[in-house]
Antibody
Framework: QVQLVQSGAEVKKPGSSVKVSCKASGGTFSTYILSWVRQAPGQGLEWMGAIIPLLGTAKYAQKFQGRVTITADKSTSTAFMEVSSLRSEDTAMYYC?????????????WGQGTLVTVSS | QSALTQPASVSGSPGQSITISCTGTSSDVGAYNYVSWYQQYPGKAPKLMIYDVTKRPSGVSNRFSGSKSGNTASLTISGLQAEDEADYYCISYTSDTTGVFGGGTKLTVL
């Protein structure tokens, strides 16, 4: 039974950073692609970036390039997504989602979501 | 990459069929057969309904089907049921290997 379990809700000040984790179990962590998707309150889904843990290489949507960093720790089957220079518009639910390698953006398992609130 | 274009809302009566469109460009939807569709209930994580334009994951009702013509992909739900009322999102692979979602469509079952 594959599970993606994310870290808990965060409240951050504008200008600070947040790091969200996504721990995988029940599958072969390294061979999948882990993406991060966010959803602002009442808004749609937004693909932020992804990492292949086996390779350690990440790619990002242009909008998030330079402000978002995605990493993975194969030893603990955990992916991380850090957003820096937070602003109020970053208030959103952040999801990690798994895609089998070779299946582009076919997210078969999702984390439960982590709510990040940016407020002064 | 700009978001793919979906209608904000569609509606239908039980038993009817509806189609949700997802329009992109020749750099995403039109270039690759890598369009997926997701269903999302309020407060829940999305669920995969269709992938690679037309393929249905195990366990998804055969009332859901996908297609593509040119730069527009479509999700069709036949035999509409009350439980189909949800938000639906498409996502496509793009020429720079990133992904781009559509803006989402709210389906109302009348």
């Amino acid at each position: 039974q594959v599970q993606l379990v994310q870290s808990g809700a965060e409240v951050k000040k504008p200008g600070s950073s947040v790091k969200v984790s996504c721990k995988a179990s029940g599958g072969t962590f390294s061979t999948y692609i882990l993406s991060w998707v966010r959803q602002a309150p009442g808004q749609g889904l937004e693909w932020m970036g992804a990492i292949i843990p086996l390779l350690g290489t990440a790619k990002y949507a242009q909008k998030f390039q330079g402000r978002v960093t995605i990493t993975a720790d194969k030893s603990t089957s955990t992916a991380f997504m850090e957003v820096s220079s937070l602003r109020s518009e970053d208030t959103a639910m952040y999801y990690c989602a798994r895609a089998p390698n070779g299946y582009n953006y076919v997210f078969d398992y999702w984390g439960q979501g982590t709510l990040v609130t940016v407020s002064s | 990459q700009s978001a793919l274009t979906q209608p904000a809302s569609v509606s239908g009566s039980p038993g009817q069929s509806i189609t949700i469109s997802c329009t992109g460009t020749s750099s995403d939807v039109g270039a690759y057969n890598y369009v997926s569709w997701y269903q999302q209930y309020p407060g829940k994580a999305p669920k995969l309904m269709i992938y690679d334009v037309t393929k249905r994951p195990s366990g998804v009702s055969n009332r859901f089907s996908g297609s593509k013509s040119g730069n527009t992909a479509s999700l069709t739900i036949s035999g509409l049921q009350a439980e189909d009322e949800a938000d639906y999102y498409c996502i496509s692979y793009t020429s720079d290997t990133t992904g781009v979602f559509g803006g989402g469509t709210k389906l109302t079952v009348l």
